[in-house]
């Protein structure tokens, strides 16, 4: 349903949202427009004291691995000037924003609800006791022996830390060596992670592989009730060993009932979490069985891709969340045409020296812009390591077909050139 657009009376309140963002976070200047689009003053909460970035710089600085030092910090500096609204934008700040939301009767959810969402480990247990359609999984323990924990276990399977975004550290295993070797380059991987907590470093999930097409779903929760803003295909099959992002095309080109299931399989997981305001980013899987969850946050999209999203008059992705955190919500109904996006992959480890081929890419009929977010001097290292992509191709036509077509005529364009990186061992 359609909600009532923000007022002209509504934009010249005096109002000041706090966004709590890692200084790594991709989504924070997205949000620091949103708001000044809004007419609202922003503090950013984050961990840059140090940073070269102004608004960062300048704001509120907190240590995540202190939330209780962190929730008191941003309690006195609300004291002189108090939030309109609050927002989490990456995992990692999700928890301590309903946190600070709920002291202040803002619009939020609960603490444990996007706790639940957060970590893989306790999402799967909710939605199992749910029946909501998962993949079986079950827990294992790093420190303890693979073979006693794996017994009776059908493969194909997919190994995942718990607490990892972003495909990070995500394998398939087709047999037990695989399994094995996937497990320990997992650990490898996470005893890098000093910033989770011992528990996070060592357990990870072992699940059933889920074969068939994967979508991406984003929408919004207004008192416990989904919208649907926008389903993104993902028109390359993601097989494995690795499930690096690509593609994301909208608007899907699967049935009008398969997303009617989709919306329903979306709000049952929101329900079983408890999750009832802002915004909702799904993972799922569709096979002749129906629709499986393979995750769903509590925050929007990420990477740039909130980019291809406009509503209503004009607003942005970050621009709902924002006034719907402040109680303001806006217009909803999608005006667009076909877009999408590919997160440009890393395929190959060194040091990043320069994208050749740009001009002629930036020319392809319906491309809108080419973002490359790596500089020149950067180590880029691929999946499942890795934590970032090279960039953002972005298109936009009358159909998906051709938003399709231009993406991959675009990227063969494209030549990345690395160099090798060799590392010195200081006896």
Excluded at 188 to 201: F, G, M, N, S, Y
Excluded at 306 to 315: I, K, P
């Amino acid at each position: 349903m359609p909600r009532a657009p923000f007022t002209s009376e509504q934009a010249t309140k005096t109002r000041r949202v706090l966004v709590i963002a890692p200084h790594s976070s991709y989504r924070t200047a997205a949000y620091i427009q949103a708001a000044q689009s809004l007419k609202s003053e922003v503090l950013i909460a984050s961990e840059g004291e140090y940073s070269i970035v102004s608004d960062f710089a300048r704001g509120l600085h907190i240590h995540f691995a202190e939330p209780d030092i962190a929730f008191q910090t941003i309690i006195e500096a609300a004291k002189d000037k108090p939030f309109s609204g609050v927002i989490g934008t990456d995992d990692s700040s999700l928890e301590l924003a309903a946190r600070v939301a709920r002291y202040f009767n803002l619009p939020h959810n609960t603490p444990l609800s996007v706790r639940l969402a957060g970590r893989k480990d306790l999402a799967r247990k909710c939605l199992q006791q749910a029946r909501v359609a998962i993949p079986e999984f079950r827990e294992m323990d790093l420190t303890k022996d693979v073979k006693v924990q794996v017994n009776g276990l059908e493969y194909p399977v997919v190994v995942k830390p718990v607490a990892l975004s972003g495909s990070r550290g995500v394998i398939r295993a087709n047999d037990y060596q695989e399994l094995l070797a996937a497990t320990t380059r997992i650990k490898k991987l996470l005893d890098k992670e000093q910033q989770l907590d011992i528990e996070l470093q060592q357990k990870i999930l072992v699940e059933q592989y889920i074969p068939g097409d994967e979508v991406a779903v984003e929408g919004m929760l207004r008192q416990g009730q989904l919208d649907i803003l926008t389903i993104f295909d993902k028109p390359d099959p993601l097989e494995g060993p690795f499930f690096e992002e690509s593609y994301y095309i909208t608007p899907s080109r699967h049935s009008a009932k398969i997303q009617q299931q989709l919306r329903a399989v979306v709000q049952q997981a929101c329900k079983a979490y408890s999750l009832k305001e802002g915004p909702v980013h799904a993972e799922c899987r569709i096979n002749n069985q129906g629709v499986w969850i393979l995750e769903v946050a509590a925050r929007t999209i990420g990477g740039l891709c909130a980019r291809l999203l406009t509503f209503g008059t004009g607003h942005t992705l970050e621009q709902l969340v924002l006034a719907q955190a402040m109680g303001e919500p806006l217009i909803t109904e999608e005006q667009r045409p076909a877009s999408g996006v590919l997160m440009i992959p890393i395929t190959q480890a060194g040091i990043f020296k320069r994208v050749e081929g740009l001009l002629e890419a930036q020319r392809v009929p319906g491309i809108i812009d080419i973002d490359i977010q790596i500089r020149e001097g950067y180590e880029l290292v691929p999946l499942p390591e890795g934590a970032s992509y090279l960039g953002f191709i972005f298109a936009s036509a009358d159909t998906a077909e051709k938003v399709e077509a231009a993406l991959r005529k675009a990227h063969a364009c494209l030549k990345i050139v690395v160099a090798p990186m060799f590392k010195v061992n200081i006896a």
